[in-house]
């Protein structure tokens, strides 16, 4: 009797590398969790009404209108190198990578004494519409901050997830700038 | 794959948001670095705390500031707000 090959069963198909929400979940809930921390601290801190002066300044306001401002440039060099990076513009090179990196780093360490001065000296306070806006989107961008650096530790996380990030600290910082800064300038 | 930068840089970050508090915290008393921003209203005094030389005072807050008590040396007066009328 003659005996029929079994055919082998094929080896399962090599996983295409699956990104994964987890991550991104954690990531979200941590940023979450430091955005509420700093509202909680900006409400219940006494505000001071004072606090350390940048020397050069005529005062706090315009120091903190100023470096504002460095960040805002910053923030929108990392706009321009982001998109070099995905490819939507034609910027090409190692060097793109780099200043990406490097600005973002100067805007978020330059934005800490604006930050800080904010939730020393005045807490989170909500007496008119753009006050409040910038106190929500004060506490936001530093959570939207760390949702960006955690995602950027994966490789795993879906494609989305980092020019999502990327583009709520730039919509929370551009909402913060226009609420302090144009006011500051232009008001 | 692991990325260890950007939690470099999260650490940073916080440390930077540390040491501007304790330096704000420790260094800048009021009227000395001030922004100049206002600071916020005083709590209103129900009464006033005299002291003398070599004397103790004690004051008593009332739920009435016109008769907060002040106590020197054993002996009780009443105490009003100072109000610069006063032609000291």
Not at chain 2, 50 to 68: E, M, V
């Amino acid at each position: 009797m003659a005996s029929i090959p079994i055919p082998a069963p094929e080896a399962p198909a090599a996983e295409p590398s699956g990104t994964k929400m987890g991550p991104v979940i954690v990531a979200l809930a941590i940023g979450s969790a430091v955005s509420i921390g700093l509202g909680v601290y900006g409400r219940l801190h006494t505000p001071t009404g004072y606090a350390v002066n940048i020397a050069g300044f005529s005062n706090g306001p315009a120091a903190k209108a100023f470096l504002a401002t460095i960040v805002m440039a910053l923030a929108i060099v990392q706009t321009v190198t982001a998109m070099g990076l995905y490819g939507r513009i034609p910027l090409r090179g190692t060097w793109v990578g780099v200043v990406h990196r490097w600005s973002g780093r100067l805007a978020v360490l330059i934005s800490v004494p604006v930050a800080v001065h904010c939730l020393y000296a005045l807490g989170f306070q909500a007496y008119d519409g753009r006050v409040i806006t910038h106190s929500i989107f004060g506490c936001f961008l530093y959570g939207a901050f760390v949702f960006k650096m955690l995602i950027l530790t994966r490789d795993d996380s879906p494609g989305w997830a980092l020019p999502l990030a990327g583009g709520l600290v730039l919509s929370g910082l551009t909402t913060l700038w226009m609420t302090a800064v144009l006011y500051f300038f232009f008001v | 794959v692991k990325h260890r930068s950007p939690l470099i840089t999260l650490a940073a970050v916080a440390l930077a948001f540390a040491i501007m508090f304790i330096v704000n915290m420790t260094v800048s008393p009021p009227g000395s670095g001030s922004t100049g921003i206002p600071g916020p209203p005083a709590a209103p005094t129900t009464a006033i705390a005299l002291q003398t030389a070599g004397g103790n005072s004690t004051a008593t807050p009332d739920a009435n500031p016109g008769n907060a008590q002040v106590t020197i040396d054993g002996e009780h007066f009443n105490a009003t707000p100072v109000t610069g009328d006063e032609g000291l």
